[in-house]
């Protein structure tokens, strides 16, 4: 037998296989959803620090607005028994106080546990001396920023697991159609029946 004269292709010289229309869009899903992910992770950081600078606005602003008063208690609390013995609730009781303004003011306010009447509890007023909320606190601000941006990453991270876990789905399904139907007319010369 004589050799062929005709020089051998090797494996490097052949190149690259041609590539099928679902490698295209498999590359394509990669790309999508890592400059996806980049998106999103710029997208929460950004909505994170927007919420801690309007959130630490609001807690100077409430602080600046906000004093505490000693608030005398015109009635007793109710003695409030819980079923798990550790929380305590909050009752509204009639009380007065001296606004910052200088004025004399009665209404509600928000107290914890069983006192007595003419029992002096400390309350938030505003410059007009009606009861409020204590402001923000710093801590508040961050735990709130931090949270929004993390469920804001993990939200655009749960679209983007879905958008590729159902486009990997579709290309295996469509790539499974294609290789029966390439091995239908491949099997027959391939095993001799042909």
């Known amino acids: 037998m004589r050799p062929d004269p ?9 190149g690259a296989l041609p590539r099928r229309g679902t490698d295209l869009a498999e590359a394509a899903l990669y790309w999508v959803v890592g400059i996806g992910g980049l998106v999103a992770l710029v997208v929460a950081l950004v909505v994170g620090m927007e919420l801690q600078s309007s959130g630490s606005a609001r807690a100077q602003a409430e602080a ?55 029992t002096t509890v400390r309350t938030w007023v505003d410059r007009t001396g009606a009861p409020v909320g204590p402001p923000l606190e710093p801590m508040q601000v961050t735990i709130t920023a931090v949270v929004v941006g993390a469920l804001t990453l993990a939200g655009a991270g749960l ?36």
Do not use: C, Y
Request: aromatic share 4%; charged share 20%.
């Open 64 to 118: 600046a607005d906000r004093t505490v008063v000693p608030a005398v208690l015109q009635a007793p609390t109710a003695g409030v028994v819980t079923l798990d013995a550790v929380s305590v609730p909050v009752q509204q009781v009639d009380a007065s106080w001296t606004g910052p303004d200088g004025r004399a003011h009665t209404g509600r306010v928000d107290v914890t546990g069983t006192m007595a009447v003419g």
């Open 6 to 14: 005709r020089p051998r292709k090797h494996a490097a010289s052949i």
């Open 159 to 194: 679209v983007l697991l879905l958008l590729f876990t159902g486009v990997q789905s579709l290309i295996a399904r469509r790539n499974d159609r294609s290789w029966t139907a390439e091995w239908a007319i491949v099997e027959p010369a391939w095993s001799g029946r042909a």
